[in-house]
C-alpha cells in the first residue's frame, strides 16, 4: 500500500496537489482527522474494497491535540510496513496575504479566533513544524502555476521510480530569495559576471556566448570541478539514507548567467550516472529533463 500523505500552508495549493493525485489513481480523501489515520489504512489495506494508493490531506483545520500526536501516528502506520511519505506545501507569508487579500477567502484559522490575517498564517506554521519537519517532499509553491504545481506532483510524487533517487539541479537569483526546497546550496557570485558585459547582458547561461565567456575563465572550471567532486562523494551517502529526492541549487546575482551555466553543466553530468535528472532554471522559467535539454541544445545548433 502506498500512502501519501499532503500538508503545509493554507493556500499554497494542497487541494491542486490532492486533487492531481486523485486524476493519477489514488483514492483521495480531504481534510481527514489526524487521528484517524491509523483505522484509515487498516480499512483501505483489509476492508471489503482494499487499495493500493492512497492520499489524504492533514493540515491546521485538526484539532491541535491531534496535530501533536501526528509524529506518533506517523510512525505506527510506517512500522507497519507501508510505503508512506509525507509532502508539505508552503508559500511565501506575502504571497499568501496576497491571495486572500484577492480572493477575499477567510483563513481557516480566523474563523473561530479573533485574530488577522498575518497572525493566522504565522500560527499556522507554528501548529504544523512537526509535519513540516517529518517531510519526505517539501515544496515551495511561491512561483508555480496550477500546472507547474501539477506537473511536479506527477513528476515527483506519484511518478517517482522505486528506490531510484531523482535528482534535480535549480539555478536561481540570490536577490530573489533561496528556494526554499533547495536541499544543497552553493554560490557562484564570486565568478565573473557576464552582465557587465554590455554585449552579454541579453544572453542567459544557456547561450553559445555566456557558455564561451565563462569558459574562458579557470575558477569557473575549477568551482563546477569541486561541486561535482563534493556530489560524487556524497549523493550516494544521501540516496542510501533512503532520500527520494535531492535538489542542488546554484545561485547567482540574478539568477541569468553564471547559476544557468553551472546548473546545466552538473546535470549534464550526473545524467551518466543518475536515471532520473532534471533542470529548473527559476528566474527563466524554464524546467525540463536533461534528454530534453540536449535535444532543444541540437535544435538550436542546427538552425542558421
Excluded at 165 to 183: I, R
Aim: with cysteine.
Amino acid at each position: 500500500m502506498q500512502l501519501v500523505i499532503i500538508s503545509g500552508r493554507s493556500g499554497s495549493g494542497k487541494s491542486i496537489a490532492l486533487q492531481a493525485l486523485e486524476d493519477l489513481g489514488f483514492y483521495a480523501i480531504d481534510n481527514m482527522p489526524a487521528m484517524l489515520l491509523g483505522p484509515l489504512v487498516d480499512e483501505l489495506q483489509h476492508g471489503e474494497t482494499p487499495r493500493s494508493s492512497v492520499a489524504v490531506s492533514i493540515d491546521a483545520r485538526n484539532l491541535p491535540g491531534a496535530l501533536e500526536r501526528f509524529p506518533a501516528m506517523l510512525a505506527a502506520v510506517q512500522e507497519r510496513g507501508i510505503d508512506c511519505r509525507v509532502i508539505y506545501l508552503t508559500t511565501d507569508a506575502r504571497v499568501l496575504l496576497e491571495r486572500y487579500s484577492s480572493t477575499r477567502r477567510r483563513h481557516p484559522l480566523t474563523r473561530d479566533r479573533d485574530v488577522t490575517l498575518a497572525e493566522a498564517i504565522e500560527m499556522e506554521e507554528i501548529a504544523l513544524e512537526d509535519i513540516h519537519d517529518l517531510a519526505d517532499l517539501v515544496i515551495d509553491t511561491t512561483g508555480l502555476s496550477v500546472h507547474d504545481l501539477r506537473g511536479r506532483i506527477a513528476e515527483q510524487v506519484a511518478g517517482r521510480v522505486s528506490q531510484q533517487m531523482t535528482l534535480t539541479f535549480e539555478s536561481f537569483g540570490f536577490k530573489h530569495g533561496v528556494p526554499l526546497d533547495s536541499d544543497t546550496v552553493f554560490d557562484a557570485r564570486c565568478l565573473p559576471n557576464p552582465f557587465w558585459d554590455r554585449a552579454l547582458r541579453q544572453f542567459n547561461g544557456r547561450d553559445p556566448e555566456i557558455i564561451e565567456f565563462l569558459e574562458n575563465f579557470d575558477d569557473v572550471g575549477a568551482m563546477a570541478d569541486d561541486i561535482t567532486g563534493w556530489l560524487e562523494r556524497w549523493l550516494p551517502v544521501y540516496q542510501d539514507s533512503r532520500r527520494s529526492y535531492m535538489t542542488v541549487a546554484i545561485g547567482c546575482t540574478g539568477g541569468q548567467h553564471r547559476s544557468v551555466y553551472l546548473a546545466e553543466r552538473l546535470a549534464q553530468h550526473f545524467a551518466k550516472h543518475y536515471p532520473d535528472v532534471k533542470l529548473r532554471h527559476r528566474e527563466l522559467g524554464i524546467q525540463l529533463t536533461v534528454e530534453q535539454n540536449v535535444r532543444e541544445a541540437s535544435t538550436n545548433s542546427a538552425e542558421p
